[in-house]
């Protein structure tokens, strides 16, 4: 399965006309409330979107926290036999009532694994907002 | 906005590095004031640097799902790597907010990758340094001579050599 990932142009690097996400871009969420986990990194879920009949290159517009300006948001794709498997993260299904696709990987993200996703993940769709 | 950092030309918290004696930095009503003991005009990264803070403190978040404010101690800490390792020619680092409200600095030039972070709600404070397929490590404040080996190939007149076979 394929997960996929927001990415605001504040965690990317214009190279050459381009957008480039750096590390940053796959971190762990600080918990808005009590309870929540630290080591939560928001994703939509493939097989999920494929159900719902919803394309990833989509989500820029669909989530409600782009909505402000979703030409700012690109998505990235991680498989999620890399995430497991070698890095030891947990995959969880959390449906949002705002992201019926909306899921988690949770596990620790030092710089080192954030540097390994970054390398691993791959553009879906780049922020339409050209760099400056 | 909270002033972050200060910035100004005709007084003392004009950013200057340029002199022999390492600047002053001072830190007073949660503001960062960056400055010369013998004034001089700033370096050529001084003022993106500070432009960039800004603009990533201005930020409402990061992250879809939550992120903090951009933290006062993490950028003080950036600052003083930066006052300790740029040279007037090093190209300013690509700067991040981490979703902790930490800051990430990373330069990446040919086959040359540093990064750094400033994070000490996770307690991670840290540079790497690539080069090809070699990597190392130090926490920030043991890592000036790590920087060093890579400065010139940081400088902003630096051109990569074709490599002959």
């Known amino acids: 399965m394929l997960v996929y990932r927001l990415i605001p142009t504040c965690n990317c690097q214009a190279i050459d006309g ?19 986990s630290s080591e939560d990194m928001s994703v939509a879920l493939g097989d999920m979107l494929a159900v719902l009949s919803r394309f990833p290159e989509s989500l820029p517009i669909d989530a409600p926290a ?3 300006n979703p030409d700012d948001w690109g998505v990235a794709v991680l498989a999620s036999r890399f995430l497991l498997h070698e890095e030891s993260q947990e995959l969880r299904r959390t449906p949002q009532d705002d992201e019926p696709a909306h899921g988690d990987v949770r596990g620790k993200k030092n710089l080192k694994r954030r540097r390994r996703l970054k390398k691993h993940a791959n553009w879906v769709v780049q922020p339409a907002r050209p760099p400056d | ?11 003392a918290s004009t950013l200057g590095w340029e002199t022999a004696e390492p600047p002053e930095q001072v830190l007073t009503d949660r503001t960062i004031r960056l400055r010369d003991r013998k004034g001089g005009s700033p370096p050529a990264w001084a003022a993106s640097v500070v432009s960039r803070l800004e603009e990533l403190d201005a930020l ?12 006062f101690d993490d950028v003080a800490d950036a600052l003083r790597f ?11 680092p690509w700067i991040g ?11 990446h030039h040919g086959d040359v990758e540093v990064e750094a972070v400033f994070d000490r709600l996770r307690d991670e404070l840290e540079v790497i340094v690539v080069v090809g397929d070699r990597e190392w490590s130090e926490p ?14 940081l400088a902003l007149a630096y051109v990569e050599q074709p490599t002959t076979s």
């Open chain 2, 82 to 92: 930066l006052v300790r390792v740029m040279r007037p020619d090093t190209c300013p």
């Open chain 2, 140 to 153: 920030p404040d043991k890592a000036e001579t790590l920087f060093a080996t890579v400065a010139d190939r």
């Open chain 2, 97 to 107: 907010r981490l979703n902790t409200g930490g800051v990430q600095l990373s330069w």
């Open chain 1, 66 to 68: 782009c909505a402000a």
């Open chain 2, 1 to 11: 906005m909270r002033q972050l950092i200060g910035v100004g030309v005709d007084d």
């Open chain 1, 18 to 36: 381009e957008w480039e996400f750096q590390s940053g871009a796959f971190d762990n969420a600080s918990p808005m409330n009590p309870g929540e």
């Open chain 2, 60 to 71: 409402p978040a990061v992250d879809p799902r939550g992120s903090r404010p951009l933290d």
